[in-house]
């Protein structure tokens, strides 16, 4: 028996149909020859609403209470500052030539 605050089977399925949707959109616009950085801008936003989309709902956070979720998102920010600049494959990437 389900509880009043989770979702049914038929919302979960259409997430996952969402996300289907959203690989193929990143799919296709891989393959559509746009330039790269409007690419990689679309790519990482496109990434982040399925990420948001998988914890939201997969990871059954979006039932969880809203201090939770909002203690999450400085952590978020502290690791990607610390993979973009202090950690040293950070200095390793400004020598590549992409």
Do not use: Q
Not at 2 to 31: C, D, N, R
Not at 36 to 60: D, I, K, Q, W
């Amino acid at each position: 028996m389900e509880s009043a605050h989770e979702p049914a089977m038929k919302l979960y399925v259409m997430i996952w149909i969402g996300l289907l949707v959203i690989v193929g959109v990143e799919v296709a616009l891989t393959y559509a020859g746009i330039p790269r950085g409007t690419l990689l801008a679309a790519l990482l936003a496109l990434a982040s609403l399925e990420a948001g989309l998988g914890v939201m709902y997969f990871m059954h956070l979006k039932y969880e209470r809203r201090i939770l979720f909002w203690c999450l998102i400085p952590t978020l920010i502290f690791v990607l500052f610390m993979l973009n600049h202090l950690w040293r494959d950070a200095a390793r990437m400004i020598s590549l030539h992409l």
